[in-house]
């Protein structure tokens, strides 16, 4: 298994502000994903974050928007640009450290509420 | 992509009963389909999994059931216990994975 912790656990932010969210895993994961459960809702795959390139992302969500970075195989992290309430979410970063069909496991999410 | 649905967005059932969870994927290139489960502030935590060359695997109490041909999937809670109340949801994909719309279960004392 991974453990897997996120910072910020939660933030309340201004309109037009961007926030970091880091996600910090205790050992060497093949895979990384980035993704979204707005309230009451399922999870959305926003991204997977690729170690040394750019990452991939889902349809409807835009680099400029959501940079992401990954510069090892333990860290990574998502920025929201240019909030709006609309993004009010709870963000979710989860890996798979074996790789192709094995477990993927979650962090505990960064809930985040835009004024 | 992939559409991910399930059939009831909240099931109860009696402590003691078995409960069934159903859910309905999209896409027939999806080979790996796994159950979470998630309690209220917490992430989602995984609970078994199966490739699409299987049609059944077992875990403790749980049970997962894939039909191919009609793009169905079903996790089986045998006993369900009042520690079993949250939010399930499955996940379908390969590569990267599609959550369903999840199922509250709710038990009963």
């Known amino acids: 298994s991974a453990v897997i912790s996120q910072k910020p656990s939660r933030d309340i932010c201004q309109r037009g502000t961007s926030l970091t969210i880091q996600c910090q895993v205790d050992s060497q994961v093949t895979m990384m994903f980035w993704y979204r459960q707005q309230p009451g809702q399922s999870l959305t795959l926003i991204a997977t974050?690729?170690?040394?390139?750019?990452?991939?992302?889902e349809s409807g969500f835009v680099i400029d928007k959501f940079p992401i970075s990954r510069p090892n195989l333990t860290f990574s992290t998502l920025t929201v640009s240019n909030m709006s309430p609309e993004d009010s979410s709870i963000y979710l970063c989860?890996?798979?450290?074996?790789?192709?069909?094995?477990?993927?496991?979650f962090g505990p999410g960064t809930r985040l509420t835009v004024l | 992509g992939e559409s991910v649905g399930l059939h009831l967005p909240t099931l109860s059932v009696q402590e003691g009963d078995n409960s069934i969870i159903n859910c309905a994927y999209s896409n027939s290139a999806s080979d790996y389909f796994i159950w979470y489960k998630q309690e209220s502030g917490k992430g989602p935590q995984f609970i078994i999994d199966i490739r699409s060359n299987m049609d059944k695997r077992q875990g403790q109490r749980v049970t997962v059931l894939l039909n191919k041909t009609v793009k169905h999937l079903s996790l089986q809670i045998a006993a369900t216990q009042p520690g079993d109340s949250a939010v399930y949801f499955c996940a379908a994909g390969g590569n990267q994975f599609y959550f369903g719309t999840g199922t509250s279960l709710t038990v009963i004392p």
């Open positions: 989860s890996v798979r450290p074996a790789g192709l069909y094995n477990e993927q496991f």
């Open positions: 974050a690729n170690q040394g390139s750019e990452a991939t992302y």
